[in-house]
């Protein structure tokens, strides 16, 4: 399944990421954003489970804005899943 997610808070403009029908993410793709660190965040998650994911990345802060490009993420599985 490719899902789109439109993230709110954070530099990442738009969020796109593929899960099989085991729930696994098989990929992901970020427009906009910290490069480093949503391509870091892309090879750690391809493989993971996307409810595994979806918790460990869930309420992490950026700076001193209350959510992340990973906050984002969790989101975007939790509403597509």
Do not use: H, W, Y
């Not at 595994?52 to 959510?67: F, R, Y």
Request: contains cysteine; neutral net charge; proline residues 5%.
């Amino acid at each position: 399944m490719k899902i789109t997610f439109k993230p709110s808070g954070v530099c990442c403009r738009e969020m796109n990421f593929e899960v099989d029908d085991n729930n696994v993410i098989t990929n992901v793709d970020f427009v906009g954003g910290c490069p480093g660190n949503l391509i870091g965040l892309k090879q750690l998650v391809i493989g993971q489970n996307a409810f595994e994911v979806a918790d460990k990345l869930a309420n992490i802060p950026c700076g001193g804005k209350t959510t992340s490009c990973p906050d984002q993420l969790s989101k975007a599985i939790r509403q597509s899943l």
